[in-house]
């Protein structure tokens, strides 16, 4: 079916570019400065954590379910720490290691184990030649930015709406000794904001690698973070690991980075018995304690999974609106034009744009020039490579109200604008 622009006259298609083209200079004229790159909260949200600073006092008894908050130990993470973690991630507190501010770092200090002192008793990857990790697209730059730092051949894998394509991940896992890892979002995955059906989660769980020291990097992020009017459900992957009769395959993440305060939450990881057993051996050369003073205050300030629920209630007030803005606009300015698409969720960060291809990096660079900056074109795919040129991530969640409304009309224009142009260019 044609677009809106294959559809007009030579005629008509240059004059729509003109309009379109003076509109732009109008925007250009304003000097607009405006921030959409990164999925950051929002000044309202980051409010919301402020009574935290409240939970101590140079009173406060520092010990914690037997651990000393103000001294050395515990380097697993105070108890009522791993506690809250566990409820929010759904495993048994035995199972989980508290420790830092971020989920990411957790995840690269253990592709380093892999890379320099091997999984399982196996070979440390370094020495095992090319290593590969697979990358559902569009999917997290910074995930991708680990593996590639080391060297590891990230390899995209298609995203569908219910998750990565399993039956490209099964071929590839079960195939390729190489293969070592995957990067997962599972619940409302960045950029699509797309969650996993069962479906997806068992056959994750039913993989049988070709790489004894193959995991899963189950990065969920936001597992609390809905907004919409129902919260989408996850499967347990741990409990399909136990249906399929399957362990130590999977090591599972989460923080309050975007909770609490970012840069300044806990971060948190659970996996098998033996895995765990390994990454404590593997964190206790380089971690005599942890940073307990946070955990202990994010144990008082949030309580329990229903306290955390209660708190992500008052952020989805300041961002549901948000998230509407962009529906409406984009659906206003160009819904019916047949030139792009863009994903609908229910929770998470961000918004998944489809424009036409060969589009995302003129669209970028225009609104760029036009004075809003956005996440760069194709950083949804290792190595920065959008193989059709048409994936662009919305993060709506920092701008103010007004702010947004402005970006998303400017984002309208510079969508319109590039897709005339290239049916003008292709004819």
């Known amino acids: 079916m044609a677009n809106v622009y294959q559809s007009m006259t030579t005629e008509e298609l240059d004059g729509a570019i003109a309009e379109l083209e003076q509109r732009a200079d109008e925007v250009r004229a304003k000097g607009l400065s405006l921030d959409m790159a990164r999925g950051k909260p929002s000044p309202e949200q980051v409010a919301l954590s402020k009574p935290m600073f409240d939970t101590l006092t140079s009173e406060t008894p520092l010990e914690d379910g037997g651990a000393i908050v103000a001294n050395y130990g515990s380097p697993d993470g105070l108890p009522s720490a791993r506690q809250l973690a566990a409820e929010i991630l759904g495993v048994d507190a035995e199972n989980v290691i508290v420790n830092g501010s971020s989920s990411l770092n957790l995840m690269y200090d253990l592709v380093a184990n892999g890379y320099i002192h091997g999984i399982g008793g196996n070979e440390p990857w370094c020495r095992q030649g090319e290593v590969k990790f697979l990358c559902p697209s569009p999917g997290y730059d910074r995930h991708f930015a680990v593996t590639a730092s080391f060297g590891i051949t990230n390899v995209p894998v298609p995203m569908g709406p219910d998750g990565p394509d399993m039956e490209v991940v099964r071929e590839l896992v079960e195939s390729d000794p190489q293969v070592k890892g995957i990067w997962c979002v599972p619940k409302y995955a960045n950029p699509t904001g797309v969650t996993y059906s069962d479906e997806v989660v068992r056959a994750f769980a039913a993989l049988k690698p070709a790489a004894p020291d193959f995991r899963i990097f189950w990065d969920n992020a936001y597992v609390v973070h809905a907004f919409g009017d129902t919260d989408d459900e996850l499967l347990n992957i741990f409990a399909a690991l136990e249906e399929a009769g399957a362990d130590n395959l999977v090591y599972e993440f989460g923080s309050t980075a975007k909770v609490t305060f970012p840069g300044s939450g806990i971060a948190f990881v659970t996996a098998g018995d033996a895995d765990m057993a390994e990454i404590r051996k593997a964190f206790s050369i380089e971690r005599v304690s942890c940073e307990k003073f946070s955990q202990l205050m994010h144990a008082r300030f949030l309580r329990d999974l229903e306290g955390v629920q209660e708190?992500?209630?008052?952020?989805?007030?300041?961002?549901?609106?948000?998230?509407?803005?962009?529906?409406?606009?984009?659906?206003?300015?160009?819904?019916?034009?047949?030139?792009?698409?863009?994903?609908?969720?229910?929770?998470?960060?961000?918004?998944?744009?489809?424009?036409?291809?060969?589009?995302?990096?003129?669209?970028?660079?225009?609104?760029?020039?036009?004075?809003?900056?956005?996440?760069?074109?194709?950083?949804?795919?290792?190595?920065?490579?959008?193989?059709?040129?048409?994936?662009?991530?919305?993060a709506p969640t920092y701008p103010s109200l007004e702010e947004l409304g402005a970006a998303l009309d400017v984002f309208v224009i510079a969508v319109k604008l590039v897709a005339a142009r290239l049916e003008r260019a292709r004819r």
Do not use: C, Q
């Not at 989805?316 to 698409?341: M, N, Q, S, Y």
């Not at 225009?366 to 490579?385: D, H, Q």
């Open 311 to 394: 708190h992500m209630a008052k952020h989805a007030e300041v961002v549901r609106p948000r998230f509407e803005l962009v529906e409406r606009k984009l659906t206003e300015g160009l819904g019916g034009l047949d030139i792009a698409t863009w994903t609908h969720p229910h929770g998470g960060y961000f918004v998944s744009f489809e424009g036409p291809e060969g589009s995302a990096k003129a669209i970028v660079a225009l609104m760029k020039e036009l004075g809003v900056v956005m996440t760069g074109a194709g950083a949804t795919w290792p190595y920065g490579n959008d193989p059709r040129d048409t994936n662009i991530r919305i």
